[in-house]
C-alpha cells in the first residue's frame, strides 16, 4: 500500500494578482501532522504546437523574453485564455503567431514544467496540413518565424542554441516518442486526432 503524502491546506492568502501570475501562500498540513507553508503560483496554462510540414521541416519562432533578455527559439505557444478549449487555444495561437493554419491536428501529451513552484501546464498538439494565411500578431507580440529542418532543430537542442524548456520536451519527446504511436481517430469535420 502506498503512503499517503498529501498536504492538507488550511489557509490560503492571495500574494499577488497579475494579468497573467497569481502569486498564493498557503499554510499546510503535512503527512506527519506538522504545519508548514507553501508559496506558489498560479497559472492559466498553455498549448504548445509542433507545427510539422508534409517533408519533415518544423515550424518555429524567435522571440525576445524579457525575464532573462535575451531572444530564444521556440515552438509556437500560448496561455489559454478564461474558458477556452485546449485545441481551439492551440489552434489560435498558431495563427496569430506564425500566420499557419493546419488541417489535422492532433493531441500528443500534457506536461508540467515547474511543479515546485507553480501549477502551469503545457498541452501539446501536433499540426500537419499547414498554409499559411497571414500574419496576425498581437499588438505587443514581435517574433520572427522560422521554417526549418526537423534534424537542425535537434542539433540546435544539442549545442544549446534552442534553451527554452518547453520546447526541448517538444522536440525531443517527438523525437523519441511521435511516429511510435497508433494512428489516432479522426473527427472529419476538423481533420483532428486526439488519444
Known amino acids: 500500500m502506498a503512503v499517503d503524502l498529501t498536504e492538507h491546506t488550511l489557509e490560503s492568502t492571495d500574494v499577488y494578482q497579475g494579468r497573467l501570475l497569481h502569486a498564493k501562500l498557503d499554510r499546510v498540513r503535512?503527512?506527519?501532522?506538522?504545519?508548514?507553508?507553501r508559496e506558489y503560483l498560479?497559472?492559466?496554462g498553455a498549448a504548445v504546437i509542433l507545427p510539422?510540414?508534409?517533408?519533415?521541416d518544423i515550424l518555429?519562432?524567435?522571440?525576445?523574453?524579457?525575464?532573462?533578455?535575451?531572444d530564444f527559439f521556440e515552438l509556437p505557444a500560448g496561455?489559454?485564455?478564461?474558458?477556452?478549449?485546449e485545441l481551439a487555444c492551440a489552434q489560435r495561437e498558431l495563427l496569430?503567431?506564425?500566420?499557419?493554419?493546419?488541417?489535422?491536428?492532433?493531441?500528443?501529451?500534457?506536461q508540467y514544467p515547474c511543479i515546485g513552484y507553480a501549477n502551469e501546464r503545457l498541452v501539446y498538439?501536433?499540426?500537419r496540413g499547414l498554409t499559411h494565411e497571414g500574419d496576425n500578431l498581437d499588438h505587443d507580440e514581435f517574433l520572427e518565424v522560422i521554417r526549418l529542418p526537423f534534424q537542425e532543430a535537434l542539433d540546435m537542442v544539442r549545442d544549446s542554441r534552442i534553451d527554452d524548456a518547453k520546447t526541448v520536451m517538444g522536440l525531443l519527446w517527438w523525437t523519441q516518442f511521435g511516429d511510435k504511436r497508433e494512428e489516432c481517430i479522426n473527427e472529419p469535420e476538423?481533420?483532428?486526432?486526439?488519444?
Not at 503535512?30 to 507553508?37: A, C, R
Open 30 to 37: 503535512l503527512p506527519n501532522g506538522k504545519e508548514s507553508t
Open 42 to 44: 498560479i497559472h492559466p
Open 52 to 56: 510539422i510540414f508534409d517533408n519533415g
Open 60 to 70: 518555429l519562432e524567435r522571440q525576445h523574453r524579457y525575464p532573462l533578455r535575451r
Open 79 to 85: 496561455k489559454f485564455d478564461p474558458d477556452e478549449a
Open 96 to 110: 496569430e503567431e506564425t500566420g499557419y493554419v493546419a488541417t489535422e491536428w492532433r493531441y500528443i501529451n500534457t
Open 125 to 127: 498538439f501536433l499540426a
Open 190 to 195: 476538423m481533420g483532428l486526432c486526439l488519444r
